[in-house]
């Protein structure tokens, strides 16, 4: 990976002037839109997140294009999946980038996806290294870039971009190997679509593009230089148990490694996001609460009243 770059805007609670003190003001949805702590100054802005926008779908594409900041210091992070063609991952971040002090983004396997109808062929690594670099011209924070941190509201915490793939390691019951899963998986017709469309060139399979990720990952981690928590951000969950869950257990194997079992605890994560699954919800490992955040195709959240909005991650909710 060449050398590092930090995003051209580097925005936000960190260097942006306080906004107007609105004590006991609220947002449309009910929360505080800004905290007070006594004796201090009005600490602005919430770190917010999202994923599966899946902008291929005209209804989703709207979702996003009224996504508007109710505080002009919130943060947004993009957990991957934001869409399958070049230019609507540019259109879609662009349109982000404009609106919220700071974005974060970690690839999902829909943007690593050379689809036949994508004018831009860009294959695997190349095409990943391309969207990074449309990232840092729009000022958006990626896996390659310095982790920002966190100044708001509920900070400071370290954010941490992850990209790292999957290694079928989240096998099915009765298979010890990568090959005996993913046998068990096309005798009972669930085959990931990445097996078609998501190239790991130069690497020889998506799995050892992952062990790069991952070697990759921990020695950024180790070099982190700084003791703050961490919101580890990962399109893939980085624990298995988020799978259990799903409807064909089959497809766990394209869904994330057991080697990031316990970077949630290695890494003092205050909390963890994902995507990808399309389940929606808030579940805690170990004490460490993961946020699943996606808002997934239209048939998905037809079903749940309407697409998500992005979720607070911190401040986190008083419980
Ligand atoms: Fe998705
Ligand atoms: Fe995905």
């Given amino acids: 990976m060449g050398p590092l770059s930090p995003p051209a805007r580097p925005t936000g609670p960190a260097s942006a002037a306080p906004p107007l003190a609105r004590p006991g003001g609220t947002a449309k949805d009910g929360r505080p839109t800004v905290r007070i702590r006594p004796g201090r100054r009005p600490v602005p802005g919430t770190l917010l997140a999202i994923s599966d926008l899946h902008v291929g779908h005209a209804a989703n594409r709207e979702h996003l294009a009224a996504l508007t900041p109710d505080d002009p210091d919130d943060w947004l992070i993009v957990a991957g999946d934001v869409g399958e063609r070049a230019a609507d991952v540019e259109w879609a971040l662009g349109t982000l980038a404009e609106r919220y002090a700071g974005v974060v983004w970690v690839p999902g396997n829909h943007e690593l996806w050379t689809p036949r109808n994508d004018p ?32 708001g509201a509920g900070g400071p915490v370290q954010l941490v971009p992850l ?59 180790a070099a982190r230089g700084t003791d703050l928590p961490t919101v580890l951000v990962n399109h893939w969950p980085l624990v298995r148990e988020p799978t259990r869950v799903l409807r064909y257990p ?50 998905e959240w037809n079903r749940r009243g309407g697409p998500a909005r992005p979720r607070a991650i911190l401040p986190a909710a008083q419980g």
């Fill in 120 to 151: 831009d062929q860009r294959r695997g690594e190349e095409r990943y290294l391309h969207l990074v670099e449309v990232c840092r011209r729009l000022g958006v924070h990626t896996p390659e870039d310095p982790y920002p941190v966190w100044r």
């Fill in 250 to 299: 089959e497809f766990a194997q394209w869904c994330g490694t057991d080697r990031t079992a316990d970077w949630h605890l290695k890494y003092d994560a205050a909390a963890v996001v994902y995507g990808h699954l399309h389940i929606p919800r808030t579940t805690e490992y170990d004490g460490v609460r993961f946020e699943e955040v996606s808002v997934g195709y239209p048939r």
């Fill in 163 to 221: 990209f790292l793939l999957y290694d079928h390691s989240f096998r099915p019951d009765g298979a010890s190997t990568k090959e005996e899963a993913l046998e068990i998986a096309y005798n009972a017709g669930i085959i990931c679509t990445d097996e078609y469309l998501l190239h790991p060139d130069p690497y020889p399979t998506r799995d050892a593009w992952c062990r790069a990720r991952l070697a990759y990952s921990e020695d950024r981690l």
